[in-house]
């Protein structure tokens, strides 16, 4: 706790030879019943202290409850938990508190890095949970307390409130996260194309939106209603585990959320996981390299349907597939030639979906990629022209389009989009030009009148004009009217491009995909 060695009360403290000493004939005087009645082995007093949850039942941990939490779960070993708590003598006073520091306190709970009692404590405690937790010296700190603050064989008493807890981060930025239960068996996890059986348990705010058992093959989870942060959860579990899981908006009902669900947009859901069986695909690095095309094909294929459909997430999930089977393939022959091939439309494929979503940076890596591997690949070339004039980077857009001129000196499409950056070109230039001149116009107008008719406001802005002349363009103050026509022109440009865009892409999908 603040003011030894600044850590928390709870947390383990170092103990001299002696001390461990000390600890090593006490445990054995319980052991043997020697030493009965001294006041580490039992908590003092006939209070009203709730219920004795010591693992031997020997009175030395009591739990008063005195706020029930939500739910039904409690925090499973191994996550972490966030809590707040008061500490204090068997005479009242208080040693330390996470609350008058205005700060929670967390620990990996059933790891021994708190005091014995907080571990067996906590993990009876429901998420809001508060109750007083009154530890004899045997699950506190010993014969050797934790001087100053805390004397030898003392009895301590803990107001605990149980915020929440966490498990294991599976996405790497906090949208899936994973609380083991009850442990699995074995150490074997389900693959893609695994086909399982599951038993999940929905919430959203504390309402039971689904409970049912689900069986699939892993990937395919979409089709048969679970969420996609479902499924990825379900990759990390073993046979016969139970497992808490929090699903962020983004891997679950999203924006939109879930109207036959009645889940909000926006939402947050909370699942009760039960792996039941399931059977270990075979694993990809074991196929040949034949397979290898093969398995990748049929995900372009499966990755097509989806595009058609509109699903683009689990297209783009299905194209990513293809570059994780034909991932460092050297092998040389038929095969291999037909490997590249393969891995060309995956980065294509990929390229056409960022581009979809408007993920410009995105689509220009992937073709970027293709390129790496067929250096005159006019698709490549094409799409990362488009995605190069989303990022209003004009110049190379053109060069892009060029080399598919290049290329093919007869495509309408790559004209056409050399004509769209043009005109984009040439109005960025004259939205720049008239900014400067408005500016430089407002400043001229600005020095021609005398001091005493500008405002205060002015006044100081000609003052920092005299130290630094033209350093920062003022904002565009054009008239509403000029600029609502400015922008009316680019939209219209936009709108040449999103046609031949799409005109483009008609033909590309039937070819590429």
Sequence with gaps: YPGINSTCCVESVPMSDEEAQAVEIQQQDDETGAGAGVEHAAVDGEED????ISPEQNGGLYKKIVREGSGTNRAPEGSDVFVHY????KDGTVFDSSREREAEFSFKLGQGKVIKGWDIGVKTMKKGEISILTCS??????VQGAPPKIPPNSQLTFEVELLRWKGEDITEDGGVEKAIVRKGDGFQTPNYGSDITAHIVGRCDDRVFEDRKVEFKMGDGEDHGVVEGVELAMEKMNMGERAEVTVKPTYGYGEKGSEEHGIPPNATLQYDIEMSTFNKARDEWSLSLSEKVELAKQAKDKGTGFFKNGRLKRALKEYQRILKILD?????GDDAEAGKAVRVIGHLNIAACHLKFGEHFEAAKSCDKA???DKDNVKAYFRRGQARIGLQDFDDAKSDFQEVLNRE?????ARDQISVTNKLMQQMKAKEKKLYANMFEKLAIRDERAPHQLSDLEKEEAVDD?????????EDESSPESSSQE???IAVADGEQEETIAKEEGKEEAEDH
Excluded: W
């Design 466 to 474: 005299t130290q630094s002349r033209g350093d920062k363009p003022k």
């Design 371 to 373: 390129l790496g591997i």
């Design 328 to 332: 460092n393939d050297n092998v040389q």
């Design 137 to 142: 010296s045997e699950y506190g700190y010993g």
């Design 49 to 52: 202290l709730g219920e004795d």
């Design 409 to 413: 000196p007869r495509s309408k499409a």
């Design 86 to 89: 008061v500490g204090s003598l």
């Design 487 to 489: 922008e009316g022109e």
